[in-house]
């Protein structure tokens, strides 16, 4: 069955960079797409990035955009979150998730059907 | 960016009850919605996408309308294992945002 598991989370000091990975099993990596989503303590969930199949596109929150940056090694069924330039309110727990297509009355979209349990990243000096 | 506001933020409610929780977005968004149920210290649940198609294996009591702007999703009968917390978000552009979330509590 589909399993992504993140790993790379740890305590780190503002301004600091931290690595996180996801590594995917039991479906075709290479074929979709892959979130991240983030949640901050006893807060709700904020999406983060997401990039496509192939790596081709990327989009990110405004509130990581030029800080973060989301990437894929298909080879290794593995998706990045390289983060810099940390912050106190990057504090959260951080999700990555599948990307999933729909097609439906001729538009297609698409959502975050499989997710990982997450892992935690401390910003605090 | 499309903003969602959920209502309401907090319910209390018994097992049996029918529940129903809105989701506005700022600005027309078709049928581009999905649903998640999210129970403490888990992952987020997918439980409906397209506003109103139900994820496979998840139970049919649970079911989405809506389209333009105004969504709803709708648990026919409370069972113990649906006190959670439910997020809206939005599939129609990026960023893909969230509503800010409603906990079913139990009354």
């Known amino acids: 069955q589909v399993q992504l598991v993140e790993s790379g989370g740890g305590v780190v000091q503002p301004g600091k960079s931290l690595r996180l990975s996801c590594a995917a099993s039991g479906f075709a990596f290479s074929r979709y797409g892959m979130h991240w989503v983030r949640q901050a303590p006893g807060k709700g969930l904020e999406w983060v990035a997401v990039t496509y199949f192939d790596g081709s596109d990327k989009h990110y929150a405004e509130s990581v955009k030029g800080r973060f940056t989301i990437s894929r090694d298909n080879s290794k069924n593995t998706v990045y979150l390289q983060m810099n330039s940390l912050r106190a309110e990057d504090t959260a727990l951080y999700f990555c998730?599948?990307?999933?297509?729909?097609?439906?009355?001729?538009?297609?979209?698409?959502?975050?059907?499989?997710w990982g349990q997450g892992v935690l990243v401390t910003v605090s000096s | 960016d499309i903003q969602l506001t959920q209502s309401p933020s907090f319910l209390s409610a018994s097992v049996g009850d029918r529940v129903t929780i809105t989701c506005r977005a700022s600005q027309g968004i078709r049928s581009d919605v999905a649903w998640y149920q999210q129970k403490p210290g888990k992952a987020p649940k997918l439980l409906i996408y397209g506003a109103s198609t139900l994820q496979s294996g998840v139970p049919s009591r649970f079911s989405g309308s809506g389209s333009g702007t105004d969504f709803t999703l709708t648990l026919s009968t409370l069972q113990p294992e649906d006190f959670a917390t439910y997020y809206c978000q939005q599939l129609n552009s990026y960023p893909r945002t969230f509503g800010q979330g409603t906990k079913v509590d139990i009354k």
């Open positions: 998730a599948r990307d999933s297509r729909y097609c439906s009355n001729n538009n297609c979209s698409s959502f975050a059907d499989n």
